[in-house]
């Protein structure tokens, strides 16, 4: 592994982002980690809660929208890497308010390429081995049927807001590539859950509502297929393609695990009536599920072609969709305040806790 660098992750107090940094912090105690978040409500500094800023670690609250402070920040920092996570990530979000996404996740993402340029292109300072990787998704490739896998080589065929915007991103990056030789690398993930995900994506929904004895909504049919990825796992992907990947490769990741939304919830349910016992009603948990309106525009699969990663890099995920739940069901029964805070909004009052 490389030493010293100093990396600039957006979005770091999100879910994939809070989980990313702290595995760099755990396991790369030689890197500097500039954490830049505006804290957006899918921001919460608790993720990274018991991180004390110093040598290793700075957190800066801004907008990757922001051109002069992405500009001074790349300067200041003298920045080697980029792991860019910022962005708005919920497609039901997007369906009803797309103008954030069109801002952040386009305009952002530009924005930030732009610093990159001038920092690493145009500048007096070079970098050290510089590298801008770009954390994308599988939602470029489109909806699937029954059959067939994304690859990387699949055309983009976006079809909501939030992917759309996303493969306009990794259009950008592409086009800073081979217009300019920056050096890029772009990810495109599959479905990943884990600890600190924000309850508005399905398996946290479905652990908060099962908890509560709230109803377990299930768009259309439920048999719509997602593959599911441990969080750590894509962290660790992503450390490998940051560190060892070939600048201008897109790699895609996932867990070579499709489940269909109805099985994931079903799963979710069970473990809790495992775990904790029935509820006080004495009925399964997952007799809470309700069929509702179906999302519109609603992709009917995805099924991520993990093979070129693991050829290149040798990453394959490590957990298994049973210990992944089981993982992710332990953590939320042992942060139910961190859900609650969540939930009630007094998250959002924590940076004036801490920065006044
Ligand atoms: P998230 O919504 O949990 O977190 C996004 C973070 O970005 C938040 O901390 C938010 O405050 C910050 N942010 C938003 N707009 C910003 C702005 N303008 N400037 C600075 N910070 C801003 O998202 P996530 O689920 O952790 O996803 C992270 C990235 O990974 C996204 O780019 C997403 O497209 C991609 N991705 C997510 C998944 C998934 O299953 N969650 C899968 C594949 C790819
Ligand atoms: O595929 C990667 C993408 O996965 C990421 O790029 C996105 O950022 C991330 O949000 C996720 O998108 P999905 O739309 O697949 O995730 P979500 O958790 O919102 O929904 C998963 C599936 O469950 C989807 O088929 C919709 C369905 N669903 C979701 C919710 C919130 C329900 O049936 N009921 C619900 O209440």
Redesign the pocket.
């Known amino acids: 592994m490389e030493t010293n660098r100093r990396i600039l992750v957006t979005g770091g107090c999100g879910f994939i982002g809070a989980n990313f940094v702290r595995l760099i912090l755990a396991e790369q105690p030689d890197w500097r980690v500039i954490n830049l978040d505006k804290l957006t409500y899918a921001g919460n500094l608790q993720n990274l809660e018991g991180i004390e800023e110093g040598e290793q670690y700075r957190f800066v609250k801004a907008d990757i929208c922001d051109a002069s402070a992405m500009e001074k920040l790349f300067v200041e920092e003298q920045i080697d890497y980029v792991v860019h996570f910022a962005a708005e ?4 979000r997007s369906i009803t308010g797309p103008a954030a996404f069109i801002q952040t996740n386009i305009v952002g993402t530009f924005t930030l390429l732009e610093a990159a340029r001038k920092a690493w292109l145009s500048g007096d300072w070079k970098g050290n081995d510089p590298r801008f990787l770009h954390v994308s ?3 470029v490739y489109g909806s699937l049927g029954e059959t067939g896998m994304f690859t990387e080589t699949t055309p983009f065929d976006p079809r909501s807001p ?1 992917s759309a915007s ?1 493969a306009s991103s990794d259009h950008l990056v592409n086009a800073y590539l081979h217009t300019y030789e920056l050096p890029v690398l772009i990810t495109n ?4 859950y884990g600890p600190y995900q924000f309850p ?4 946290p ?1 479905v652990f908060h509502n099962s908890m509560t004895g709230k109803e377990l ?3 259309g049919d ?1 048999k ?1 297929v ?1 593959d599911w990825l441990y969080v750590k796992d894509h962290c660790e992907a992503i450390v490998e393609v940051l560190v060892r990947g070939r600048i201008g490769q897109s790699y895609n990741i996932g867990g070579n695990n499709e489940k269909q ?1 109805l099985e994931v919830v079903t799963l979710i349910c069970d473990t809790l009536d495992e775990k904790i016992g029935l509820p006080a009603s004495g009925a399964p948990r997952r007799e809470l599920i309700t069929f509702v309106k179906d ?1 519109l525009g ?1 992709d009917r699969r ?1 099924a991520i072609d993990a093979s070129f990663i693991k050829e290149q890099l040798g990453w394959e995920p490590q957990v298994t969709f049973e210990e992944g739940i089981a993982r992710t069901v332990d953590w939320y029964l042992a942060n139910q305040d961190w859900v609650a805070s969540v939930i009630d909004g007094s998250y959002q009052k924590y940076y004036e806790k801490m920065y006044g």
């Open positions: 990530s919920h497609v039901d998704t599988d939602e939030y996303k993930c599959s479905n990943n508005e994506k399905l398996i929904l909504p299930i768009y439920g719509y997602r939304n999302r609603h995805y």
